[in-house]
């Protein structure tokens, strides 16, 4: 794991987008904060290694063994991971002139998706700005009092 780390330390300093699939690999220290540096996140489906589809699944465990913030891990399946695909002018968030695909999900919180994992959040998908789904009402059972 040390030769694996320094590697990846001297390709973060070069700008190189990290991958990591956090359910198949043995994550240790936190390599959300490599100086200069990007994690994409996935899932890396497959039954060799990750048999798992659930990106909010990645997101917890990236927060747990992997030390990254709610915050970061959000980053790694958003942005970073379509600048891992070459993306990213496309892809990935929130900006005049991309694509805007988003999620959005039912939850108190941006911090949630990781916190409270292993249940289904989407209340609604929008592909290319325009609505591809929505739940039949929202289910969450977490609120949070505004006071």
Known sequence: MKLEADL???????????????GSTDAEGKLGVIPDGTVALAT???????????????????????RMTPAEAILGITLHAAR???????????????????????????????????????????KKGRLAWEAESAHSTIRVDPR
């Open 8 to 22: 990846l330390v001297g390709n973060a300093a070069q700008g190189v987008t990290l991958k990591a699939s956090p």
């Open 44 to 66: 890396d489906f497959n039954p060799g290694s990750c048999l798992t589809e659930s990106l909010p699944l990645i997101t917890t465990i990236a927060c747990t063994p992997m």
């Open 84 to 126: 891992a695909l070459r993306q990213e002018k496309d892809l990935g968030s929130l900006d005049p002139g991309k694509q805007a695909d988003l999620v959005v999900l039912d939850i108190p919180d941006y911090r949630h998706l990781s916190y409270h994992f292993g249940v289904n959040h989407v209340w609604k998908v929008i």
